[in-house]
Protein backbone atom coordinates (compact mmCIF):
# COMPACT_ATOMS: atom_id res chain seq x y z
CA UNK A 1 0.00 0.00 0.00
CA UNK A 2 1.08 3.84 -1.00
CA UNK A 3 1.78 5.45 1.90
CA UNK A 4 -0.72 9.05 2.03
CA UNK A 5 2.02 11.18 3.46
CA UNK A 6 4.71 10.14 0.66
CA UNK A 7 6.49 13.49 -0.90
CA UNK A 8 5.61 14.29 -4.47
CA UNK A 9 8.64 15.06 -6.90
CA UNK A 10 7.07 18.80 -6.92
CA UNK A 11 5.94 20.75 -4.03
CA UNK A 12 3.39 20.46 -1.78
CA UNK A 13 0.44 23.01 -1.74
CA UNK A 14 0.17 24.66 0.78
CA UNK A 15 -1.24 23.43 4.01
CA UNK A 16 -3.58 25.78 4.94
CA UNK A 17 -7.39 24.29 5.37
CA UNK A 18 -9.31 25.19 2.51
CA UNK A 19 -8.68 26.98 -1.08
CA UNK A 20 -11.01 28.56 -3.73
CA UNK A 21 -11.64 27.54 -6.89
CA UNK A 22 -12.39 30.62 -9.37
CA UNK A 23 -13.04 30.55 -13.17
CA UNK A 24 -11.92 32.85 -15.30
CA UNK A 25 -14.51 34.21 -18.61
CA UNK A 26 -12.01 32.64 -21.13
CA UNK A 27 -12.47 29.02 -19.18
CA UNK A 28 -9.35 28.61 -17.20
CA UNK A 29 -9.82 28.30 -13.42
CA UNK A 30 -7.24 29.56 -10.20
CA UNK A 31 -7.16 27.23 -7.31
CA UNK A 32 -5.82 29.74 -4.67
CA UNK A 33 -5.00 29.49 -0.71
CA UNK A 34 -7.08 30.95 1.89
CA UNK A 35 -4.43 33.58 1.89
CA UNK A 36 -5.12 34.46 -1.59
CA UNK A 37 -2.27 32.89 -2.78
CA UNK A 38 -2.34 30.78 -6.39
CA UNK A 39 -1.78 27.37 -5.86
CA UNK A 40 -2.43 26.24 -9.22
CA UNK A 41 -3.50 27.59 -12.11
CA UNK A 42 -5.05 26.54 -15.55
CA UNK A 43 -5.17 29.05 -18.72
CA UNK A 44 -7.10 28.28 -21.81
CA UNK A 45 -4.98 26.98 -24.17
CA UNK A 46 -5.88 25.49 -27.42
CA UNK A 47 -8.44 22.01 -26.49
CA UNK A 48 -6.67 21.87 -22.92
CA UNK A 49 -5.13 24.38 -20.48
CA UNK A 50 -1.74 25.54 -19.35
CA UNK A 51 -1.28 25.09 -15.99
CA UNK A 52 1.29 26.73 -13.51
CA UNK A 53 1.92 26.02 -9.93
CA UNK A 54 1.97 28.84 -7.38
CA UNK A 55 2.68 32.12 -8.87
CA UNK A 56 4.39 31.33 -11.81
CA UNK A 57 6.14 27.66 -11.70
CA UNK A 58 5.67 26.11 -14.97
CA UNK A 59 3.64 22.33 -14.22
CA UNK A 60 2.63 21.27 -18.36
CA UNK A 61 -0.59 20.85 -19.80
CA UNK A 62 -3.86 19.93 -18.76
CA UNK A 63 -6.60 17.46 -21.12
CA UNK A 64 -8.83 16.01 -21.93
CA UNK A 65 -8.64 12.41 -21.74
CA UNK A 66 -10.54 11.24 -25.46
CA UNK A 67 -10.51 7.65 -24.65
CA UNK A 68 -13.51 6.24 -23.06
CA UNK A 69 -14.88 6.27 -20.23
CA UNK A 70 -12.58 10.06 -20.38
CA UNK A 71 -11.10 12.16 -17.90
CA UNK A 72 -8.35 14.47 -17.56
CA UNK A 73 -4.68 14.53 -18.24
CA UNK A 74 -1.66 16.44 -17.29
CA UNK A 75 1.62 15.67 -19.09
CA UNK A 76 4.93 17.85 -18.69
CA UNK A 77 6.17 17.78 -22.50
CA UNK A 78 9.83 18.82 -20.88
CA UNK A 79 9.60 15.12 -19.36
CA UNK A 80 9.43 13.65 -22.99
CA UNK A 81 8.00 9.94 -22.67
CA UNK A 82 8.03 10.60 -18.58
CA UNK A 83 6.03 13.44 -18.74
CA UNK A 84 3.09 11.78 -17.19
CA UNK A 85 2.39 14.21 -14.11
CA UNK A 86 -1.02 12.64 -13.34
CA UNK A 87 -4.69 11.66 -14.55
CA UNK A 88 -8.08 10.86 -13.57
CA UNK A 89 -10.18 7.81 -15.28
CA UNK A 90 -13.70 7.95 -14.99
CA UNK A 91 -16.06 5.18 -14.36
CA UNK A 92 -19.69 6.47 -15.66
CA UNK A 93 -22.80 7.76 -14.01
CA UNK A 94 -23.25 10.97 -13.05
CA UNK A 95 -20.92 13.39 -15.09
CA UNK A 96 -18.60 10.97 -14.93
CA UNK A 97 -17.76 10.40 -11.30
CA UNK A 98 -16.79 8.52 -10.06
CA UNK A 99 -13.20 8.98 -10.97
CA UNK A 100 -9.82 7.40 -10.22
CA UNK A 101 -6.89 9.88 -9.72
CA UNK A 102 -3.51 9.13 -10.28
CA UNK A 103 -0.68 11.50 -8.89
CA UNK A 104 3.00 11.73 -10.57
CA UNK A 105 3.76 9.95 -7.23
CA UNK A 106 1.70 6.72 -7.69
CA UNK A 107 -0.78 7.74 -5.23
CA UNK A 108 -3.95 6.24 -5.99
CA UNK A 109 -7.48 8.37 -5.02
CA UNK A 110 -11.08 8.62 -5.56
CA UNK A 111 -13.03 11.26 -6.48
CA UNK A 112 -17.04 10.76 -5.41
CA UNK A 113 -19.52 13.02 -5.84
CA UNK A 114 -22.39 12.98 -3.14
CA UNK A 115 -25.56 14.12 -4.09
CA UNK A 116 -27.89 13.74 -0.94
CA UNK A 117 -28.43 16.22 1.26
CA UNK A 118 -25.89 19.52 0.56
CA UNK A 119 -24.33 18.13 -3.22
CA UNK A 120 -20.34 18.24 -2.12
CA UNK A 121 -17.24 16.17 -3.75
CA UNK A 122 -14.98 13.99 -1.70
CA UNK A 123 -11.57 12.90 -2.20
CA UNK A 124 -10.76 9.87 -0.53
CA UNK A 125 -8.22 7.06 -0.59
CA UNK A 126 -7.24 3.89 1.26
CA UNK A 127 -4.83 5.03 4.10
CA UNK A 128 -8.02 6.66 5.95
CA UNK A 129 -11.42 6.16 6.37
CA UNK A 130 -13.35 9.31 5.40
CA UNK A 131 -12.34 12.09 2.92
CA UNK A 132 -9.00 14.28 2.43
CA UNK A 133 -10.88 16.96 0.49
CA UNK A 134 -14.59 18.09 0.55
CA UNK A 135 -15.16 20.70 -1.74
CA UNK A 136 -18.59 22.48 -1.57
CA UNK A 137 -20.14 25.42 -3.60
CA UNK A 138 -21.65 28.24 -1.38
CA UNK A 139 -22.53 32.05 -2.37
CA UNK A 140 -21.31 31.20 -5.85
CA UNK A 141 -17.64 29.83 -4.97
CA UNK A 142 -16.51 26.45 -5.42
CA UNK A 143 -14.54 25.60 -1.50
CA UNK A 144 -11.94 23.01 -1.32
CA UNK A 145 -11.45 22.19 2.35
CA UNK A 146 -9.09 19.83 3.75
CA UNK A 147 -10.45 17.44 6.22
CA UNK A 148 -8.58 15.89 9.45
CA UNK A 149 -7.10 13.44 7.35
CA UNK A 150 -6.49 15.69 4.64
CA UNK A 151 -4.39 18.16 6.99
CA UNK A 152 -1.81 15.39 6.75
CA UNK A 153 -1.44 14.52 3.24
CA UNK A 154 1.27 15.71 1.01
CA UNK A 155 -1.16 17.56 -1.06
CA UNK A 156 0.61 17.60 -4.54
CA UNK A 157 -0.24 20.50 -6.69
CA UNK A 158 -1.50 18.10 -9.57
CA UNK A 159 -3.90 16.61 -6.89
CA UNK A 160 -5.75 19.61 -6.46
CA UNK A 161 -5.55 20.53 -10.36
CA UNK A 162 -7.30 17.56 -11.13
CA UNK A 163 -9.69 17.74 -8.43
CA UNK A 164 -11.07 20.81 -9.11
CA UNK A 165 -11.03 19.87 -12.88
CA UNK A 166 -13.57 16.90 -12.14
CA UNK A 167 -15.86 19.46 -9.65
CA UNK A 168 -15.67 22.06 -12.31
CA UNK A 169 -16.63 19.66 -14.98
CA UNK A 170 -19.22 17.60 -13.09
CA UNK A 171 -20.51 21.34 -12.09
CA UNK A 172 -21.10 21.71 -16.18
Known sequence: MVEANRSSSQASAPCGASYRVLRDAAGGFLVEAESGEPV???RVAGEGWTVTAGADRAMGRLSRDPSFPGGFVVEDPAEGEDGLVGRTTREGGRAGLPASLLARD???FR???RW???PCFDLVGQESPGAYLRSRR???VVTIERTIAGRELDLAPEILLLFAAEILDAER
Open 40 to 42: VTA
Open 106 to 108: GRL
Open 111 to 113: VVA
Open 116 to 118: SGE
Open 138 to 140: GEG
